[in-house]
């Protein structure tokens, strides 16, 4: 068995917890975080708006997955589809794990 030391793991969702746009574009993605779960997929705009795909990000405490989790407690914000809106979303998501760790 490998043992990895704390000081290497690191404390926030980094671009490496996070799979590519190329498969964002084809299904959601979920992880978890220091007592934060996370979800993001590609959402297209309504049939016959004129809006963008976007990038939806929601987040929710553990232990429950996302469609076991009372919508109350699900937080959501949309991002441009792009790898500026990912790393937007992690800047997103890293502030509120810090709230969830107690460090703000």
Same mark, same amino acid.
């Given at each position: 068995?490998?043992?990895? @030391?704390?000081?290497?793991?690191? @404390?926030?969702?980094?671009?490496?917890?996070?799979?590519?746009? !190329? +498969?964002?574009?084809?299904?959601? /993605?979920?992880?978890?975080?220091?007592?934060?779960?996370?979800?993001?997929?590609? @959402?297209?705009?309504?049939?016959?708006?004129?809006?963008?795909?976007?990038?939806?990000?929601?987040?929710?405490?553990?232990? +429950?997955? /996302?469609?076991?989790?009372?919508?109350?407690?699900?937080?959501? @914000? !949309?991002?441009? +589809?792009?790898?500026?809106?990912?790393?937007?979303?992690?800047?997103?998501?890293?502030?509120?794990?810090?709230?969830?760790?107690?460090?703000?």
């Amino acid at each position: 068995m490998t043992v990895i @030391k704390e000081e290497f793991i690191s @404390k926030s969702i980094t671009r490496h917890d996070i799979l590519p746009l !190329s +498969f964002l574009k084809k299904s959601a /993605y979920t992880g978890s975080k220091g007592g934060l779960r996370f979800r993001m997929e590609k @959402k297209d705009p309504e049939e016959g708006t004129e809006g963008e795909r976007v990038l939806l990000c929601s987040l929710w405490p553990e232990p +429950f997955a /996302y469609g076991e989790t009372d919508e109350a407690q699900i937080r959501q @914000k !949309s991002f441009a +589809f792009s790898d500026q809106g990912i790393e937007e979303a992690l800047a997103w998501m890293n502030e509120a794990l810090l709230e969830v760790e107690g460090h703000e």
